[in-house]
Nanobody, 123 residues
């Protein structure tokens, strides 16, 4: 059972930057994809970004393209989400996910989930 631990959330002003980290409890070698999702109060959990662990290919949800960057450090079993030019609508609980399926924006593609880290963007 892979355990994921997020960190790096916090409160920033509009236009600010945060970098989230997600550390896996074991090697990500058996995991095909790591991703980030977010969920605002009263809304469904939505995919933000995903990265293939073996070749680094990435994909993003349209609203974060050009602002967010997902990356991974396989040696540290860690994935990152750098978030620039943050907007109030980016405020949410951010969750790290990992799985052996193809990357995608559907929660069903992922087998393992972290507990989440809160991001709040104020104007």
């Amino acid at each position: 059972q892979v355990q994921l631990a997020e960190s790096g959330g916090g409160s920033v002003q509009v236009g600010g930057t945060l970098t989230l980290s997600c550390e896996a409890s074991e090697s990500t070698g058996n995991l095909n994809c790591m991703g980030w999702f977010r969920q605002a109060p009263g809304k469904e959990r939505e995919g933000v970004a995903g990265i293939y662990t073996y070749d680094g290919r990435v994909h993003y949800e349209d609203s974060v393209k050009g602002r967010f960057t997902i990356s991974r450090d396989s040696a540290k079993n860690t994935a990152y989400l750098q978030m620039n030019s943050l907007k109030p609508e980016d405020s949410a609980m951010y969750y790290c996910a990992a799985g052996s399926n193809l990357c995608g924006m559907s929660t069903g593609r992922y087998n393992y989930w972290g507990q989440g880290t809160q991001v709040t963007v104020s104007s």
